[in-house]
Each structure stands twice: as C-alpha cells, then as structure tokens.
C-alpha cells in the first residue's frame, strides 16, 4: 500500500527558511517521479518541484527557482523540499505525490498522494 507522509510545515516569517519532509512507504522512491504541489485558498494547485531518480531530471517552478531545492534520501525512502527566502505567496497547503512512470509536473499526472501540510508565510 502506497503512502506519503508530509511533515515540517508551519508559520514562517518572510525570508525565512523551512524543510518539508515526506515519507513515503509501499514502494522505493528510486521507481517513482515525486513530486512537490502546493495550494492556496481559492487557486488550483499547481507544481511546486519534481524529481524522477530513473532520469535525474528535476522541475522547478519559475516562482521558486533559486529558493527551493527538492532532494531524495533513497535510505529513508524520504523526499525534502528545502524552502528558503519565503515569501508571503508561498503561504499554501504543500502535498507530497508520486508516481510510477516518468510525467510531467502537473497534478493530474500523479496517482498517489499525501495528506498535505500547512506552510504559512507572514510577519
């Protein structure tokens, strides 16, 4: 059984800096692409990062390249999004995902998904 547990959210000041963590279990992250989305109250969610580990290929959104850096420990089985330099447009649930072929970075291409985590950027 596939599942993904987010943790590390909370409330952050702007600049600062926070690590999400998902823990993934019933399969290796090393078969997947996995992904970061993110959703804030009224929009669509949308790809925040995504990593395949079969293509090296990573995937960052415009709005947080340079800021944020998706990372995979294949010991833990646990994928991280560190985040820093936040910003108040950050401020979003952040779901972990996966998927078991090679996709694109956009929600409806991933089957499995965590419970998502609150992140919420303000002074």
């Known amino acids: 059984q596939v599942q993904l547990v987010e943790s590390g959210g909370g409330l952050v000041q702007p600049g600062g800096s926070l690590r999400l963590s998902c823990a993934a279990s019933g399969f290796t992250l090393d078969s997947h692409a996995i992904g970061w989305f993110r959703q804030a109250p009224g929009q669509e969610r949308e790809g925040v990062s995504c990593i395949t580990s079969i293509t090296g290929n990573t995937y960052y959104a415009e709005s947080v390249k340079g800021r944020f850096t998706i990372t995979t420990d294949n010991a833990k089985n646990t994928v991280y999004l560190q985040m820093n330099a936040l910003k108040p447009d950050d401020t979003a649930v952040y779901y972990c995902?996966?998927?078991?072929?090679?996709?694109?970075?956009?929600?409806?291409?991933?089957?499995?998904w965590g419970q998502g985590i609150q992140v919420t950027v303000s002074s």
């Open positions: 995902a996966a998927e078991p072929r090679v996709v694109r970075c956009a929600p409806l291409e991933y089957e499995y």
